[in-house]
């Protein structure tokens, strides 16, 4: 009887860890891999250099697909890769993750490409910053839901 408590014990902690690990609303790779999965995403916010140029994005969806591919879709089709990693597995704290984007071409899509800080995240909008080395000034880059 207790060798059973203790299975199931544990076989409920490890459907509690899955769960969470893949829960979108959680701050693991998987739970940002499912919320950026889950639809097209459009970028309201991208300051590069200290200048704004959301408006060369403004006609684009870009749909984080599975396998890492990143599509973006409008007068044109951008195809790059995406991937989320945490640089401390240990924890789930939104600062440790990642979010990784390149773009081979055209230039302004290049600009994109960066190991971006995710800052904030809920369902609707995902909030990146990335500090430029030397001597550069800070990103922002914001890709809300469609």
């Known amino acids: 009887m207790k060798n059973q408590l203790i299975i199931t014990g544990l076989a409920l902690l490890a459907?509690?860890?899955?769960?969470?690990?893949?829960?979108?609303?959680?701050?693991?790779?998987?739970?940002?891999?499912?919320?950026?999965?889950?639809g097209t995403w459009r970028i309201t916010y991208f300051t590069n250099d200290n200048t704004d140029e959301t408006s060369n994005f403004t006609d684009f969806d870009f749909d984080f697909g599975k396998d890492e591919k990143l599509t973006?879709?409008?007068?044109?089709?951008?195809?790059?890769v995406w991937s989320i990693t945490d640089s401390n597995s240990s924890d789930?704290?939104?600062?440790?993750?990642?979010?990784?984007?390149?773009?081979?071409?055209?230039?302004?899509?290049e600009e994109l490409s960066d190991d971006w800080e995710i800052i904030e995240k809920n369902k609707d909008v995902v909030k990146l910053k990335n500090v430029s080395g030397g001597g550069g000034g800070t990103e922002f880059l914001t890709f809300t839901k469609n």
């Open 72 to 80: 973006a879709k409008g007068p044109s089709t951008n195809n790059g």
């Open 15 to 38: 459907i509690t860890s899955c769960s969470k690990e893949n829960n979108p609303n959680s701050n693991t790779v998987g739970g940002v891999t499912n919320l950026m999965d889950g």
């Open 92 to 109: 789930d704290d939104l600062s440790e993750l990642h979010f990784n984007i390149s773009f081979l071409s055209p230039q302004n899509f």
